[in-house]
């Protein structure tokens, strides 16, 4: 087992640590809203009952919530099972699938194993190449996957970028968004995938209850497809695939708008500060649309991972060639970006042998 792959405890032990903060999965810091805490209670007692398989009253909500109907909703065991059903429903043998490299990693293992094969065109300044993607197109091309904002670099499409990209594909292809972390957009140009599905497009959206609700233990995700889409991916999934902790968690943390805004705005608060504090260590990072930011460390991301686990800070280290002295970082409490700057000060001690400081950002000699 790789060290980046070790438990908080296990970490602690090795290196003789009191604590280790855990930045690595881009987990909600504040945990689940008191409603969905008090609905997973009320909810223990009848455990012992099966949910409803139809998520009746979730998909109410969620449908009200986007404008949509209820057929147009799928609820699934958190974001990746969703992917892993929409690469069942729409990839066979033969097909091809588009997205980027690097990204999240779920739809592409998913289509590979629906047997299609994943064509990854590299990301152009840290962001989804459109001119790429369709350059990539072929007769076989049955999926477009964008991860919107993307991971792990935290970089957005554009609406003018993705206008551009609908009017040259097919509407047989399907452009899958992935927008895991569009709670935390801040950039007035992006523009969400639903918009799309709402004019016709051959579009299907992917959302999740893991970030800014703080349900990712409890695994509660949903997508938003054409019925035609739905109901090939319902063929595959479990009967009870959520479960009913899940289920009336989100259900609660749906009602808790006040709650969500804390959380999205603490995190636009911490993620100025860690800036803050990248920039007087003289850090490269890419400004973020997330709740994680990417940085450079100009060392392999490895070495880079070790160095700071030792300062009890656990990061998610890039191994991606072209992005191999890169980690990502998630954007945790005021204290916990704190404690991560000084570790990050102790990596910059140790690094600054093989680097040099150019306008105040550390470069190789």
């Known amino acids: 087992m790789q060290k980046f792959e070790l438990t908080q405890e296990e970490l602690k032990k090795m290196y003789g640590l009191d604590s280790v903060i855990k930045l ?11 409603r969905a805490i008090d609905a997973i209670n009320r909810t ?49 043998d033969g097909d091809e699938a588009i997205t980027a490299k690097p990204t999240f990693e779920t739809f592409i293992v998913s289509s590979k194993n629906a047997g299609a094969e994943v064509i990854k065109p590299l990301l152009k300044d840290h962001r989804f190449d459109v001119d790429g993607i369709i350059n990539s197109i072929s007769e076989r091309t049955r ?11 935290g970089t957005i499409l554009k609406r003018d970028e993705l206008d551009y990209l609908f009017e040259k594909i097919d509407n047989n292809v399907c452009v899958i968004f992935d927008e895991a972390y569009i709670d935390f957009v801040d950039d007035k140009e992006y523009v969400s995938g639903l918009e799309y599905f709402k004019k016709g497009h051959n579009a299907t959206v992917v959302r999740t209850f893991s970030k800014a ?17 739905i109901e090939a991916m319902e063929r595959y999934k479990l009967l009870f695939n959520e479960n009913c902790l899940a289920y009336a968690a989100a259900c609660a943390a749906l009602e808790d708008i006040k709650y969500k ?9 911490n993620k100025k500060l860690m800036y803050k504090g990248l920039d007087e260590l003289g850090f490269e990072y890419i400004p973020s649309e ?20 030792k300062n009890g800070i656990i990061i998610k280290p890039i191994t991606v060639s072209e992005y191999n002295t ?8 005021q204290d916990d970006v704190l404690r991560f700057l ?14 040099g400081f150019k306008d105040g950002i550390r470069y190789i000699h």
């Open 290 to 309: 997330t709740n994680f930011v990417l940085i450079n460390t100009l060392i392999d991301s490895g070495g880079a991972f070790e160095i700071l686990a």
């Open 44 to 92: 223990v007692y009848s455990c012992n009952l099966y949910p409803d398989p139809k998520g009746r009253e979730l998909k109410g909500k969620l449908s009200d919530l986007n404008g949509i109907e209820e057929e147009n909703i799928i609820l699934g065991n958190g974001a990746d099972e969703i992917l892993d059903l929409i690469a069942r429903a729409l990839l066979r």
């Open 213 to 229: 609700y703080g349900l990712a233990g409890l695994r509660a995700g949903y997508a938003i497809a054409a019925p035609s889409i």
């Open 342 to 355: 000084d570790a990050m000060s102790k990596l910059g001690e140790y690094i600054d042998e093989k680097t």
């Open 143 to 153: 999926a477009i996957y964008i991860c919107n904002p993307n991971n792990p670099t």
């Open 326 to 333: 890169w980690i990502r970082v998630t954007v945790g409490k």
């Open 24 to 34: 690595s999965f881009n987990e909600n810091p504040f945990g689940p809203s008191p």
């Open 261 to 269: 805004e804390m959380v999205v705005e603490e995190n636009r608060r």
